[in-house]
């Protein structure tokens, strides 16, 4: 129960710093990083976050953007999906949707993973709001069974949507400690630089600027 109640209130004060967020100016476009601790930018200052980092690649490449931070450490799809009207609660020229490790990490079945997402992505869709769906992968030793069924969600429900698929967002990071925190778990500040790396590329394709 307390733990509930815990949770309920980080999401409300999430709320109000999303919703607090400055406006966007004339001429600029709205990325949404929404996600879990690894869009957040758990143990790294603001500056070091994905969000940040990915907003001044993007201004180095000409970009007019603000990419707005809506990780929630701690996020499952159920959570993500549960908080997506007030997280993205008006137009964006793009979502990237980047949940899942969560439900991977606590053993979530990979049909509810599924279809919390299936439930965000058409929501999205129904918005009219472009996404960039960035994938996740279960580390081997989870056992065959559940490694297959959960790296096929994202592929199959990109192609379901006819979305653009980055396919793994750890791609280059995961499994590597200089680029990771201590934990294992997380990126750190070179890991979040590597990943910015990787993904930009397919951001800027999904905008219709690459």
């Known amino acids: 129960m307390m733990a509930r109640a815990g949770a309920r209130l980080l999401r409300a004060i999430c709320a109000l710093a999303l919703l607090g967020a400055s406006p966007v100016a004339a001429g600029e476009r709205l990325v949404v990083a929404f996600g879990d601790s690894l869009t957040a930018g758990y143990g790294l200052a603001p500056a070091e976050s994905f ?3 990915l907003e001044r690649r993007l201004r180095q490449d000409g970009i007019e953007v603000r990419v707005e931070n809506a990780g929630v450490s701690g996020d499952t799809t159920a959570g993500g999906r549960a908080r997506l009207d007030w997280s993205v609660n008006g137009p964006a020229d793009l979502v990237i949707v980047a949940l899942g490790a969560n439900d991977m990490l606590r053993g979530v ?7 919390n997402l299936d439930a965000i992505l058409s929501e999205l869709k129904r918005r009219g709001i472009p996404v960039l769906l960035a994938g996740m992968r279960a580390p081997r ?12 969600i994202y592929p199959a429900l990109a192609e379901k949507h006819g979305l653009a698929l980055y396919p793994f967002f750890l791609e280059g990071v995961a499994a590597r400690p200089e680029l990771n925190l201590d934990d294992g778990l997380h990126p750190n500040a070179a ?8 993904i930009a590329p397919y951001v800027m394709r ?4 690459g």
Not at 109 to 115: F, K, L, Q, Y
């Open 141 to 152: 030793n989870l056992g065959r069974e559940y490694v297959e069924a959960f790296d096929a």
């Open 191 to 198: 890991g979040v630089r590597r990943i910015v790396e990787g």
């Open 109 to 115: 079945a990979p049909e509810v993973t599924r279809d």
């Open 206 to 209: 999904t905008l219709g600027s």
């Open 51 to 53: 969000s940040a980092v």
